[in-house]
């Protein structure tokens, strides 16, 4: 895929060194760069992207929709797409600009931790967090309940 981008970016923005990529994309306050870094085929450059508080709504919905099916080797260690999906989805669903569509996708994951994040979230809809009241986990239900409570839904 071509992006493109600005001339307002030095060498090591597209360092052929993760750990470049990885701490820029965790302290950039450039929209167009987080742009830039939601596609990088890093895990964890797209993680970074995901936690990093400047990154806007839309990049992090493109984050989300994006498909991970490829293995990663990190320094030895393979990470599965299945653990990047887990990863991402509770940095998205702790983020406080994620959309609200895309909370109340993550209001149905496998994981309590991501329905809890989501339950925790301001951007959450009122109608994610009152389905969220129901959630078979405890502790979902309660940081949910708080949240109705909190939002006079209850």
Same mark, same amino acid.
């Given at each position: ?20 990529? /990885? ?8 929209? #167009? ?11 964890? *450059?797209?993680?970074? /992207? ?8 839309? *990049? ?17 260690? /393979? ?21 609200? #569509? ?11 931790? *991501?329905?809890?994040? /989501? ?17 078979s986990d405890c502790d979902v ?14």
């Amino acid at each position: 895929m071509y992006i493109k981008c600005s001339d307002n970016f030095d060498a090591s923005t597209f360092s052929d060194d993760t750990n470049i990529r /990885v701490k820029n994309a965790h302290n950039t306050t450039s929209e #167009e760069l987080l742009s830039i870094y939601a596609y990088d085929p890093s895990f964890l *450059v797209r993680y970074n /992207v995901a936690n990093n508080p400047r990154t806007p709504g839309e *990049v992090l919905a493109d984050i989300y929709q994006g498909v991970y099916t490829k293995t990663e080797t990190n320094n030895g260690t /393979v990470i599965a797409a299945e653990d990047q999906r887990k990863g991402i989805d509770l940095a998205l669903a702790k983020h406080p600009n994620t959309p609200p #569509e895309i909370l109340e996708e993550l209001s149905k994951s496998e994981l309590w931790s *991501v329905r809890w994040k /989501v339950a925790s979230n301001p951007n959450a809809s009122d109608n994610t967090i009152l389905a969220l009241v129901d959630d078979s986990d405890c502790d979902v239900r309660c940081k949910a309940c708080i949240q109705a409570n909190d939002r006079g839904l209850l």
